[in-house]
Antibody, heavy 115, light 107 residues
């Protein structure tokens, strides 16, 4: 059973960069795709983007200019960076295994952007 | 982007009832649809993918149907652990998009 454990800074100021990491346990890393999704009361569930194990990515066009998803196969980890955050980026962020179907999810990380 | 519209937004039901949730896509998505269950404070959990395929370990009282633009999630004989919020998600094209959710509450 794959388990995903995520972590990162929970409180940011406007214009800072959000940084989250997700570690994968109990399964293969290579050969799979890895995704980030966020959830806020105002916008519901929003897909951020995904990467395969080699670093090929797809991003949501609404966030593409600010998002970077990267993978570290040596550590079975993948990461999300979102630059120039504003209050609108306040949400619970989830990592997940999968490209089209989101098979397994991390526990979620609450990120608040406030001055 | 493909818009996903769920109805109803909430439903009250009793243990043993059958609940039906619908999801409509703004354009045809063939069978590229998933359903997720989310409980308070937890991550969503994949229930059904490819419109009707049950994820491993998901009870058979959950079933999915539909193709094109109209889809249904049916929960037969509702159990106490089924009270949660359910989301549909299209996988036909990027960006992946989700419905607004249906909260299944205890009557």
């Amino acid at each position: 059973q794959v388990q995903l454990q995520q972590w990162g800074a929970g409180l940011l100021k406007p214009s800072e960069t959000l940084s989250l990491t997700c570690a994968v346990y109990g399964g293969s890393f290579s050969g799979y795709h890895w995704s980030w999704i966020r959830q806020s009361p105002g916008k519901g569930l929003e897909w951020i983007g995904e990467s395969d194990h080699s670093g090929r990515t797809n991003y949501n066009p609404s966030l593409k200019s600010r998002v970077t998803i990267s993978v570290d196969t040596s550590k079975n980890q993948f990461s999300l960076k979102l630059s120039s955050v504003t209050a609108a980026d306040t949400a619970v962020y989830y990592c997940a295994q999968g490209q089209l179907w989101l098979w397994y999810w991390g526990q979620g990380a609450r990120v608040t952007v406030s001055s | 982007d493909i818009q996903m519209t769920q109805s109803p937004s909430s439903v009250s039901a009793s243990v043993g009832d059958t609940v039906t949730i619908t999801c409509r896509a703004s354009q045809g998505i063939s069978s590229w649809l998933a359903w997720y269950q989310q409980k308070p404070g937890k991550a969503p959990k994949l229930l059904i993918y490819a419109a009707l395929t049950l994820q491993s370990g998901v009870p058979s009282r959950f079933s999915g149907s539909g193709s094109g633009t109209d889809f249904t999630l049916t929960i037969s004989s509702l159990q106490p652990e089924d009270f949660a919020t359910y989301y549909c998600q299209q996988a036909n094209s990027f960006p992946l998009t989700f419905g607004g959710g249906t909260k299944v509450e205890i009557k």
